[in-house]
Each structure stands twice: as C-alpha cells, then as structure tokens.
C-alpha cells in the first residue's frame, strides 16, 4: 500500500465521518435537544431581566 492509497482511504473515512455526523444532526430525535439548546440564551435573557426587575423593586 503506498502513499496515495492510504490519502485517499483516509479522503474516503473523512467523508463518511461528515455524512454520519450530518445525518446525525439533522435527524429528527436530536431536534428537541437543538432546540432547547438554540433557545437557551432567551432563557437567561429572560432571567436576567426577571433579576434587574426584582433589584429595582428592592431598592
């Protein structure tokens, strides 16, 4: 086996490791959890503002 088999067996793993990983995300089990995920940082917007409004009551 030379070099230029092994670049292209390692071209050939690479891809399929890109193909799983794309398959992976966009199924329909990891939707939820991208989700949640994607929606998180509203969440500590939201209490944030819920702890500044709390503060300024306080004072």
């Known amino acids: 086996m030379d070099y ?3 670049r292209g067996f390692f071209a050939l793993l690479i891809l399929a490791l890109f193909i799983i990983i ?3 995300s966009y ?3 990891r939707k939820s959890s991208f ?3 994607a929606n998180s ?3 500590e ?3 944030e503002k819920n ?3 709390e503060t300024n009551k306080n004072v």
């Open 45 to 47: 917007d939201r209490k």
């Open 51 to 53: 702890n500044k409004q």
């Open 35 to 37: 989700d949640s995920a």
């Open 22 to 24: 794309v398959i992976w």
């Open 41 to 43: 940082i509203f969440e």
């Open 4 to 6: 230029g088999t092994l």
């Open 27 to 29: 199924s329909k089990k």
